[in-house]
Nanobody, 121 residues
Framework: QVQLVESGGGSVQAGGSLRLSCAVSGGSYRMFLGWFRQAPGKEREGVAAVLTSAGDTYYADSVRGRFTISHDNAKNVLYLQMNSLTPEDTAMYYC???????????????WGQGTQVTVSS
């Protein structure tokens, strides 16, 4: 059983930055850890993912170059550094984990409770 707890959301003006954290417990070796987001009235979408054993990273086109995903193996914490934020990035952000290869597909088995990110213009 994997448990995930997000933190770090908040409100920021356009152009600003936020860093989300996700504490992972229950093991994360050779696992896909991902960040997803869901805005009101929209489907949940994959933002970024990392394969913990190899360090391979995956990004949605909409965030590539602005967001960086990383995993601290020692602390077992997943991060999402978000720069140059725009109002379109406003959403509930979730971290998720799965051993299957589903980098940006929102069908992960384990999910956190989410953290809200609001970007104002």
């Amino acid at each position: 059983q994997v448990q995930l707890v997000e933190s770090g959301g908040g409100s920021v003006q356009a152009g600003g930055s936020l860093r989300l954290s996700c504490a992972v417990s229950g093991g994360s070796y050779r696992m896909f850890l991902g960040w997803f987001r869901q805005a009101p009235g929209k489907e949940r979408e994959g933002v970024a993912a990392v394969l913990t054993s190899a360090g391979d990273t995956y990004y949605a086109d909409s965030v590539r170059g602005r967001f960086t995903i990383s995993h601290d193996n020692a602390k077992n914490v997943l991060y999402l550094q978000m720069n140059s934020l725009t109002p379109e990035d406003t959403a509930m952000y979730y971290c998720a984990a799965d051993r299957r290869s589903l980098p940006l597909t929102p069908d992960y088995k384990y999910w956190g409770q989410g953290t809200q990110v609001t970007v104002s213009s």
